[in-house]
């Protein structure tokens, strides 16, 4: 490949140059987006990374597999994808669900580790335009999405998945089928499950996804080209990638940082074609978004810092996202999803610190998603409806909220915070702070401690009622709240300063 196969315009593939990275302000007004984590693995209904675990024995998906469709080595992952027809996906109508629920972005898979893309690929046969659904499922989102208005995204999960891919090429160690290779062995379906027998080679930790990215530089080059077909072919307003830039060396392993690792070219050169791509499309200037997972300064001020399941203790100098999920990442029957009020509260903490919430609420296999999700973006509407003039166009306050609740901050961990009437969330547009009380207080009085003397109030509003009386003794605010609440969930006060 030629790597200098990428657009002209005013971003080099080098740290230095894509530094020059300014957020653009429709990523910061967005606040809100809503993603469709979707693909083959939903056929069966069970849950993430179904496609690596149906061929590590023992396993749960593993199981199931053999139970509901036979054995790896006969019925295997290139059997199932056949199964995926998405007959009943009606972008449109979904769409209007998520707008209404208060996205401002959308965002599609563009392909998992499985290896199968969710659009007309001229690289690639294993794709939905070919096989399964028959459809570019890319395609029909960003049409979707273009009808409301909505800056349109791609997550590409490829990176990492000829070292994710190589539990294929395994066998049963005991029982009727043991020493029967799987179907990954076969070479007539190696461009799905690629040739990556070194990566299994000695592998006995299930667990285990070291390496995520493989050093295989042929695969450097495959991902570069699958990177700048999507891009050239729908011009993505923000592009992901599930890991650190790829092919971050040791990403999990956090080893010492060397920016002039050879490693790092397929992925800074994708960056810098993605937004020289927007570049050329926006007159000049990059409106583009890059999210990826290495927390290390030097390379997430590239982009945007994606942040997988958690969120930031405070707030943040840059712009930066949360990726979650209502439940499983793929539709899996046996999630237990949070409840409205949960994702509520997620997204009013990380607003407050300068982030992003990306939301993905799974789809069944024929596309359609259950009447539990339903009821969660419902519910967000009504919220959306009373309180999105605290949430949309803000910025951070000097302070991120007040009270004795914090936020768990661990990577994958999204405990519920039992938040208290003395919890509270600032965000703040022009003059106008909005303080969102956290649990709705007995006594109906809203007292706020952040404020000084300085800080003159000129009026309260409680979002969905209006004025409200209000005393500042001694620089605190004390807001007396209305017998009968707004909201079932996280009120907002909008507080004139003069």
Not at 40 to 62: C, H, K, L, T
Not at 326 to 342: A, L, M, Q, T
Not at 394 to 412: A, K, M, N, W
Not at 477 to 492: D, G, I, Q, W, Y
């Amino acid at each position: 490949m030629n790597w200098n196969e990428i657009a002209a315009g005013p971003y080099q593939p080098t740290f230095e140059s894509l530094r020059q990275f300014e957020c653009p302000e429709w990523f910061r007004d967005a606040k809100f987006g809503i993603w469709s984590h979707w693909g083959a693995q939903s056929v069966p209904m069970y849950g993430d990374w179904y496609a690596r675990n149906i061929y590590i024995e023992g396993s749960e998906q593993y199981r199931y597999h053999i139970r509901h469709y036979g054995h790896p080595s006969k019925f295997g992952y290139k059997d199932l994808v056949q199964l995926w027809k998405a007959e009943a996906f009606d972008p449109d109508a979904l769409m209007d669900l998520y707008t209404a629920a208060g996205a401002k972005y959308f965002v599609a898979q563009a392909m998992h580790h499985d290896n199968f893309f969710n659009y007309d690929s001229s690289i690639h046969r294993w794709n939905s335009v070919n096989m399964g659904p028959k459809k570019d499922i890319v395609a029909l989102w960003k049409d979707a999405a273009a009808r409301r208005g909505l800056p349109f995204g791609l997550t590409e999960h490829l990176g990492a998945t000829f070292s994710w891919f190589h539990w294929n090429k395994g066998s049963d160690k005991e029982g009727p089928y043991a020493g029967i290779p799987y179907d990954g062995n076969d070479p007539a379906n190696e461009d799905l499950y690629l040739p990556n027998k070194e990566h299994h080679q000695g592998r006995i930790q299930a667990d285990s996804i070291a390496p995520w990215y493989t050093s295989n530089p042929w695969w450097h080059r495959h991902w570069f080209s699958v990177m700048k077909e999507i891009i050239d072919k729908y011009q993505p307003d923000l592009l992901y990638s599930d890991g650190g830039l790829p092919f971050t060396p040791g990403y999990w392993e956090k080893p010492e940082l060397s920016l002039d690792d050879p490693a790092y070219e397929a992925g800074l050169r994708a960056v810098a074609h993605l937004y020289n791509t927007s570049a050329a499309i926006h007159g000049g200037v990059n409106r583009a978004v890059y999210n990826q997972k290495d927390r290390r300064k030097e390379i997430y001020t590239i982009g945007v810092l994606d942040i997988e399941r958690s969120q930031e203790p405070d707030i943040k100098p840059e712009p930066w996202q949360t990726d979650t999920c209502v439940g499983d990442w793929f539709y899996n029957v046996r999630s237990v999803y949070k409840k409205p009020g949960h994702v509520i509260e997620i997204l009013v903490d990380i607003v407050s610190k300068n982030g992003n919430l990306l939301l993905n609420i799974p789809q069944k296999p024929d596309g359609t998603i259950d009447d539990e999700c339903t009821h969660i973006l419902r519910e967000m509407a009504e919220w959306i409806r009373v309180c999105g003039e605290g949430i949309f166009g803000t910025r951070p306050f000097r302070v991120s909220g007040e009270g004795p609740s914090q936020v768990v901050i661990d990577h994958f961990t999204e405990n519920k915070v039992e938040w208290t009437a003395a919890d509270y969330r600032f965000t703040q547009k022009g003059n106008i702070l909005y303080a969102f009380q956290m649990r709705w207080p007995e006594d109906r009085l809203a007292v706020i401690r952040t404020l000084t003397p300085a800080d003159k109030v000129k009026s309260v509003r409680l979002l969905g009622v209006g004025d409200v009386p209000f005393e500042q003794p001694y620089g605190a605010l004390v807001v007396s709240l209305p017998e009968h609440r707004p909201t079932n969930h996280a009120h907002c006060l909008a507080i004139e300063l003069g």
